[in-house]
């Protein structure tokens, strides 16, 4: 079974410093990658997805992630951390060929001033 | 601009009671879905409803029911509640089984089953 392992619960960085988000998939076939945000009792929305047209794909609000098949990993970076950006940041990968998303754990981004 | 729209936003339990969780889309959205959130879990897919007049079941399935009323409409039961569905629920939709999992998300109901 397809599974995404999101290393670290709790990130904290100051306002403008770099961002980074750990995300590992295992599958054996490349898979359909996503990250999603969800903002204080708020929903999930999505930030950016890759579907192999491009190994960088570039989202929403400043972030973007690389696909690296030779590390199966799918960072979330963004250089310059602002205090919107605080939330709960999730990885998520397709099931197969399906609609069925298998979220990670989530890691909460905490910005400081 | 509704979107997807869950009712009711919290909701207290005790154990044994049931009620249902309402979520209705305005998008025109095949595909359904309610997922559960809990914490240092992520969230887990219950159910799902690929098109209209379909069901089926998710990773966590047991204690729960669902009924895809109408395209818009998709309702989560809980027939008998006990205290480990106390959770954040979420209802979502897509445009289509098979989009590549573009969903959209409510904005959850909280139920804390006593």
């Known amino acids: 079974a397809q599974s995404v392992t999101q290393l670290g619960s709790h990130v904290s960085v100051s306002e403008g410093a770099l961002v980074l988000l750990r995300c590992n998939y295992s599958s054996s076939v490349p898979p359909y990658l996503f990250w999603y945000v969800q903002y204080p009792n708020q929903g999930l929305q999505l930030l950016l997805k890759y579907t192999s047209a491009a190994t960088l794909v570039k989202g929403i609000n400043g972030f973007e992630a690389e696909f690296k098949k030779s590390e199966t990993s799918f960072h979330l970076t963004k250089p310059s951390a602002h205090m919107s950006d605080a939330a709960e940041y999730f990885c998520?990968?397709?099931?197969?060929?399906?609609?069925?998303?298998?979220f990670g754990t989530g890691t909460r981004l905490q910005v400081f001033p | 601009n509704a979107g997807v729209t869950q009712t009711p936003k919290f909701q207290v339990l005790k154990t044994g009671q049931s009620m249902t969780l309402q979520c209705a889309q305005d998008m025109n959205h095949n595909s359904m879905y309610w997922y559960r959130q809990d914490p240092g879990m992520g969230l887990r897919l219950i159910y799902y409803s690929a098109s209209e007049g379909t069901t089926d079941k998710g990773e966590v399935p047991n204690g729960y029911n669902v009924s895809r009323l109408n395209k818009r409409e998709f309702s989560l039961r809980l027939e008998s509640a006990a205290p480990s569905q106390t959770s954040v629920y979420f209802c979502?939709?897509?445009?289509?089984?098979?989009?590549?999992?573009?969903?959209?998300f409510g904005e959850g109901s909280r139920l804390t089953v006593l």
């Open positions: 998520a990968v397709s099931e197969g060929n399906t609609d069925k998303l298998i």
């Open positions: 979502a939709s897509n445009l289509r089984w098979g989009s590549t999992g573009e969903l959209f």
